[in-house]
């Protein structure tokens, strides 16, 4: 069994220094660095997987943790700071988008505060249309099907301005025998941000 990490878009496997030792308590850690292109991920990281092995996916390496579960046997995923598609949980349209706008405005003002120094920032506005053509097709067809012998756990934080609470709680009410931890603080980037929360919440599900 190994702990397969997948970093998120623009970022580096770097990303997964600070819970490394905590995941390794469990199983061996593998980080690879992740292609860009969504589909060439799940084909690079796929050729090396076994069917005992668990992958956690940050932001867009979530969805290809995904395709990779929904793909091919797995012990288990986690999703951290999914990319999940746009979600209402449960509210009207005009409240949904009110919400969302105020989620890019504070993303749009922590801007001078976001990475970590040595490490790239969160993909910049040439990266949103893939982004965006990701968030249509998810939109469109749903989750991929995981087969519900694979566990599934949701990390998320409230305070996540660049993947709002309410995608990650919606694809849980469509999902409902997936787990979650769903923290207060420690934005899109809480395994880097907070580690030692990302860590109490993931290694004991594990």
Known sequence: ?????LHGLRRTSA???GVRGGLERVAPVRTPTVPGDPRAAVVAVGADLEPDDIVIGHSMGGVVALELAAAQPLRAIVLTGCFFPFARNGRALAPSLV???????????AAP??????RPAPGPARDLPALARRGLRLLRDGTPPVPPTTPVLVVHARD???VPVDFALGALAAHPVWAAAILDRGGHHLHVEDPDGWLGAVVPWL
């Open 160 to 162: 996540d301005h660049h």
């Open 1 to 5: 069994m190994t702990i397969v990490c």
């Open 113 to 118: 505060r976001r990475g970590v120094p040595g």
């Open 15 to 17: 990303d997964w220094d």
């Open 99 to 109: 919400d969302y706008a105020a989620h890019r405005v504070a993303y749009a003002c």
